[in-house]
Structures are given as C-alpha cells and as structure tokens.
C-alpha cells in the first residue's frame, strides 16, 4: 500500500505562485511514477498536470508547461508541483497520485495510477 496526502493549495491573486506538495509513504520503490492531476469546477474527469518517475523521465501537460515544475526531493518522500503565473483557469483540485512500472508514453493516463490522494483545493482569482 501506498499512501499519499497533499498540502499547499489555497488562494491566490492571477500571476501568483503557489508550490503543493506530496507526502509519499508506504510500499515504493524506483520503479514508481507520481503525478498530479486536477478536477476543475463542474468538470467530470481528473485531467492529467505533470508527472515525473523516480528512475528517470517526466511529463507534463501544454497548459502548464513552462509555468509549472514536477520535482522530488532526493528521498523520494515528497513530490513537489511548483505553480507560477496561476490563471483563473487554474482553479480546481489537485490530486496526487502514485502507480509502479508506468512506461512515459503512459504517463499522462489517469488508469495507470493505483493510488490518490484526498486533494487540495487550489483557487486562482482573477
């Protein structure tokens, strides 16, 4: 088992910053992925954000890319998802979430990750 909590998210002016963070425990290993995803207000599904694997390879969405940044610390404890230049269209729910032996070009899959966290709510005012 694997277990995740996010914090970080809150309330923010447009152009802000904010950086979440993932606690990752339990059963990993290097053969790990971890990825945020995000629910917007009214949307049905989860849509992928960015992504990163403990070997080697990250992944991260157009809508984000070059505004936001995946990292880890060296331990692999927690996950990073550092948001810079927030846009309304921000807003949402941002999920972590952790699946093993996922190839890059699976990535961005939402069916990949085994375990989620509860969220944290991230709010961009415009």
């Known amino acids: 088992q694997v277990q995740l909590v996010e914090s970080g998210g809150g309330l923010v002016q447009a152009g802000g910053s904010l950086r979440l963070s993932c606690a990752v425990s339990?059963?990993?290993?290097?053969?790990?992925?971890v990825a945020w995803f995000r629910q917007g207000p009214g949307k049905e599904r989860r849509e992928f954000v960015a992504?990163?694997?403990?070997?080697?390879?990250?992944a991260d969405d157009n809508s984000v890319k070059g505004r936001f940044t995946i990292s880890k610390d060296n331990a692999g404890n927690t996950v990073f998802l550092q948001m810079n230049s927030l846009e309304h269209e921000d807003t949402a729910v941002y999920y972590c979430?952790?699946?093993?032996?996922?190839?890059?070009?699976?990535?961005?899959?939402?069916?990949?990750?085994?375990?989620w966290g509860q969220g944290t709510q991230v709010t961009v005012s415009s």
């Open positions: 979430a952790a699946g093993q032996g996922i190839i890059l070009s699976s990535m961005r899959l939402r069916e990949q990750y085994d375990y």
């Open positions: 339990g059963r990993t290993s290097r053969n790990y992925a």
């Open positions: 992504a990163l694997r403990y070997t080697s390879g990250f």
